[in-house]
């Protein structure tokens, strides 16, 4: 039996996960689950402008959970913040894209 043949950049393919990677995060289960649903809601809509993604989370998250919260939605950045316990999470979504969202008061 013959092997398919193969196509013109095929080994050079990059695995981009689809599915939110959560690196770091010590909110409650319940509120961790909730901000990685309007994250990933928010990212998706607004693909190609992270701005209005990261302003659309911050405005549901003050909504539902009170307000000061803090969105940075992007590739390639680092960040050092302070926050209030039990309320950060920092995630990558679709490959590079970076998530993180914390409260301070």
């Known amino acids: 039996m013959e092997d398919a043949p193969k196509t013109e950049g095929e080994g050079d393919k990059k695995i981009i996960h689809v599915y ?3 690196k770091h995060s010590d909110m409650n289960e319940e509120m961790r689950a909730e901000a990685i649903e309007i994250s990933i809601t928010a990212c998706e809509k607004y693909a190609p402008n992270y701005e209005v993604a990261a302003k659309t989370i911050k405005e549901t998250m003050d909504k539902k959970f009170g307000s000061y ?3 940075v939605v992007g590739e390639g950045f680092g960040f050092e913040v302070s926050y209030e316990t039990k ?3 920092y995630l990558f979504f679709g490959g590079n894209l970076a998530i993180v969202v ?3 008061s």
Do not use: A, T
């Open 102 to 104: 914390w409260k301070c």
């Open 87 to 89: 309320h950060i999470l």
């Open 69 to 71: 919260w803090h969105v």
């Open 20 to 22: 939110p990677l959560v």
